[in-house]
């Protein structure tokens, strides 16, 4: 808090001193109120009011309220709208205990003039006594107007804001915890307009914007933050969430990666897997981008998930030289070649692939046995385990040709059993598809 500025008025005091009160004693020990704003007088002021006020608050940092209130109270006797008397009699109210008559007075002498600067800090002090901290603030901030150097009120100033502030982000967010979106939303605002440079109130309006489903209030609140705050993560990540919402992958890819260089944690390295692997697949043929959806598979549609999904386990296997007649210009021939040349899928006899042919689950039991012994080759604990596992299958015999196949992927979780039955002559929908390349690719890793 400043320091009492004293207007010393000596000349005057000696003039007056033979017909005078008796002077107080010099101040030599540490005033008893150091925190007060002594109040300077205007230009032009009278040589007997100067001296009263000044004596005055001398009695005042002697604690003696008595003599201080008589000069004071001599002053505004002679002038009732003398305010500098006005605050002194305030800040002997405050020295009393009485801090509503200071408070009525200070409010008095800020009538006589709004920019009174020791009325405005002594106001600033009341109204926090009152647990009026933003009209407080208000008084503060109108007294450094005035006056700069006030350093001490500027700090007292910073910690009002940052109390405010935390006031603000505790009733916002009380309200967003429970979804009442729109009054967490009016409280941000209200908070911007009277910090509009702050970006994390646009960040955290964006988020419950983001909650509530205005998407668009959302972006443009984070791109605000962003603009205010260019090393916001949190702001790039909100922006980033909202384009893959939105179907923007590589859009969605860009944002992450800002926010990623910045804070490494603020997005799961999982989330951007996903969106890779989403960019790549906007990049394959139509007919790649629908098998999830279709109720039966083809063969190209086996080998093409296989290429391009397993392109790492299948380039393990040894290349053998193959024919395939029937692919030319097919959507899948870039993965079904070297699926065959792996020796994961075959051709028949006239070196056919038939790559529209329907998927039935006994065949795909054959291809992902091929793809398990592949998995197996470099995790020969794991083929110890299969082979050990005693299965039994309801519709498939340990004698039955297709055993081996089918024990090792039911053996190894790939293919479950429905009700204790494989069904080798179901066909194989797209779901299921994924569904099992999923857990093969878990088993691969």
């Known amino acids: 808090m400043a320091k009492w500025r004293y207007t010393v008025a000596s000349l005057v005091l000696a003039s007056l001193a033979a017909c005078g009160p008796k002077a107080p004693p010099a101040l030599n020990a540490a005033p008893k109120h150091p925190d007060f ?19 005055g608050w001398q009695y005042l940092q002697f604690d003696d309220f008595r003599n201080a209130e008589r000069e004071f109270a001599a ?59 933003a009209d407080a603030l208000a008084s503060f901030e109108a007294a450094v107007a005035r006056d700069p150097s006030l350093t001490d009120i500027k700090s007292r100033i910073e910690v009002l804001r940052f109390r405010a502030a935390q006031d603000v982000l505790s009733r916002a967010k009380a309200a967003a915890d429970a979804r009442r979106f729109d ?6 605002r209200q908070a911007i307009a009277g910090s509009p440079d702050s970006s994390f109130l646009y960040r955290d309006l964006a988020i419950v914007e983001q909650r509530a489903g205005q998407r668009d209030n959302a972006l443009e609140h984070f791109r605000k933050a962003i603009e205010l705050d260019p090393n916001d993560a949190r702001s790039h990540a909100g922006i980033g969430g909202i384009l893959d919402n939105q179907g923007d992958v ?16 603020e997005v799961p390295e999982s989330v951007m897997a996903r969106l890779r692997a989403a960019a790549a697949l906007a990049r394959m043929p139509a007919a790649y981008r629908a098998i999830p959806q279709l109720a039966v598979v083809t063969r190209a549609d086996v080998a093409a998930l296989i290429g391009n999904r397993l392109e790492s386990l299948i380039a393990r296997a040894q290349p053998r030289q193959v024919i395939i007649t029937d692919i030319r210009n097919n959507w899948a021939q870039v993965w079904i070649t070297p699926v065959v040349r792996s020796g994961v899928m075959d051709t028949g006899p006239n070196y056919e692939f038939e790559p529209s042919r329907q998927v039935r689950r006994a065949e795909l039991a054959t291809t992902i046995s091929r793809l398990l012994s592949l998995v197996a080759a470099g995790k020969p604990e794991l083929a110890k385990k299969w082979q050990a596992a005693h299965i039994a299958i309801n519709d498939v015999g340990s004698t039955h040709l297709n055993y081996p196949a089918v024990s090792a ?18 066909t194989v929908s797209g779901p299921e598809l994924m569904d099992i390349m999923g857990r093969l690719e878990a088993l691969a890793r």
């Not at 009054?183 to 941000?188: K, V």
Request: aromatic share 8%; net charge neutral.
């Open 37 to 55: 704003l002594f109040p300077s007088s205007p230009q032009g002021t009278a040589a007997n009011q100067l001296a009263r006020l000044d004596r």
């Open 75 to 133: 002053v505004l006797k002679q002038q009732p709208s003398f305010y500098p008397a006005e605050t002194a009699m305030a800040y002997l109210s405050v020295a009393r205990g009485n801090e509503k008559d200071a408070l009525t007075r200070f409010e008095r002498a800020l009538q006589a003039d709004a920019g009174y600067v020791p009325a405005l800090v002594g106001r600033g002090q009341m109204l926090l006594e009152f647990d009026r901290d």
């Open 183 to 188: 009054e967490a939303a009016n409280i941000y």
């Open 409 to 426: 992927v039911v053996a190894s979780g790939v293919m479950p059993l429905s009700g204790g039955n494989f069904n080798l002559l179901r």
């Open 250 to 265: 590589l859009g969605a890819i860009a944002e992450y990666e800002r926010a990623r260089a910045i804070d490494p944690n």
